[in-house]
Structures are given as C-alpha cells and as structure tokens.
T-cell receptor, first 113, second 114 residues
Framework: DSGVTQTPKHLITATGQRVTLRCSPR?????VYWYQQSLDQGLQFLIQ???????AKGNILERFSAQQFPDLHSELNLSSLELGDSALYFC????????????FGSGTRLTVV | GDSVTQMEGPVTLSEEAFLTINCTYT??????LFWYVQYPGEGLQLLLK?????DKGSNKGFEATYRKETTSFHLEKGSVQVSDSAVYFC?????????????FGKGTSLLVTP
C-alpha cells in the first residue's frame, strides 16, 4: 500500500456521461498530480494541485476538470465522455513540489462503452 | 519541449542475465531524472533518481548514472530475477520549464524467465 488511495478501482460508463475520480494523498503530502495512461499515448500529465491551488496544467482536455479540497483530497471530473477517454487514471502525491519523485496510487481504470 | 526516449520492448532475459534499458532525454534546463517500475495491476513505484550530472541513483540492485554529455540515464542491473518482470519507465522533471510535472518515456516491458 503506497498510502495514496484512489477510488473507484474500476469504472464502466457510457459515452456522453460524466464521472468523478477521487484521490486521497499520502498523509502529509500537499501536492496532488493526475496522470492518464493509455496504450497509444503512454503516461500523460494532466494537472497538479498544491495545497488547494492549481500549480501546473498539462495535456488536460477542456472536458476534464479537477480540484483539491481543504482536506487535500482531490477529484478529477471527466465529462462528455468519449471512447478514447478509456484509460488508466493515476493520482500521485508528494510533500512539496515533487522534485524528489512522487508516490503513485494504484489507479482507476475507466472504460467508456 | 522536453522529452524522454526509451528503448522499445519487450525485453526478454533469462534469470541472472545482465540488464540494460536505454534512456535518453531532451531538455532545455537541468532536469532531474527518474526510473519508475510498474508491476502488473499496480501503480508506478519510484525505483531510483538522480538530480544532477554524474549522480548515480541505485536501489534494489538497479543503477543508473546521469550523463549530461550523452543526455542519457540508462538503467542497469547485474543479475535479474523473475520478480523483476515489470514495465520500466524513464522520466524527467524540469522544474524551470514545466514545474514538477514528470515527463515519461513510453515504457519498456521486461520479462525474466527462469
């Protein structure tokens, strides 16, 4: 157990729907990162939050959004889902900015049908 | 922009063989370099890291040296075990250009046979 908790582990939904993925960072970590892993694109950085504030944004679609709450847990919202959004979504956390590397959760596997 | 290139897999080795997985990078700043490992059905785990040129990261028998002159960070292990079978990702973090976001290579799958 890495200490980073992601729920749910698996999610199957239909095209056009909206889902919310949840991440609880490791105790004491202030930064949360979201990554998408797919066979064709590999691991893509989506977005980073640090202590409730957005810190960096990567290849995140406009249909996707995220937030970090006062208790430091984070949610990734995916809307108007398309078949191509099917992927593994990982959350990672670090104490500060992450220069020493992150701790990853075990991921949420999203299947859009 | 920054990028990481890894040798394509899969790599298949016999137990106790020597392992090298090549990784080269492109970065405009002075990145930190990482190797992560992903076992089936699990998230990524940090294997080792190096933050400046000539640093050697090591962990669990794996080593990698940050070579600025060749922009490389090759992963090596002297004697692999079946339990090393996993996907290995090289990554960089270039704070000056992209904060602490990790830029990953596409991963190299390693299969070690008894």
């Amino acid at each position: 157990d890495s200490g980073v908790t992601q729920t749910p582990k698996h999610l199957i939904t239909a095209t056009g729907q909206r889902v919310t993925l949840r991440c609880s960072p490791r105790s004491g970590d202030l930064s949360v990162y979201w990554y998408q892993q797919s066979l064709d694109q590999g691991l893509q950085f989506l977005i980073q939050y640090y202590n409730g504030e957005e810190r960096a944004k990567g290849n995140i679609l406009e249909r996707f959004s995220a937030q970090q709450f006062p208790d430091l847990h984070s949610e990734l919202n995916l809307s108007s889902l398309e078949l191509g959004d099917s992927a593994l979504y990982f959350c990672a956390s670090s104490v500060t900015g992450g220069g020493g590397g992150y701790t990853f959760g075990s991921g949420t596997r999203l299947t859009v049908v | 922009g920054d990028s990481v290139t890894q040798m394509e897999g899969p790599v298949t080795l016999s137990e106790e063989a020597f392992l090298t997985i090549n990784c080269t990078y492109t970065a405009t700043g002075y990145p930190s370099l990482f190797w992560y490992v992903q076992y089936p059905g699990e998230g990524l785990q940090l294997l080792l890291k190096a933050t400046k040129a000539d640093d050697k990261g090591s962990n669990k028998g794996f080593e990698a040296t940050y070579r600025k002159e060749t922009t490389s960070f090759h992963l090596e292990k002297g004697s692999v075990q079946v339990s090393d079978s996993a996907v290995y990702f090289c990554a960089l973090s270039d704070q000056a250009n992209s904060g602490y976001a990790l830029n990953f290579g596409k991963g190299t799958s390693l299969l070690v046979t008894p």
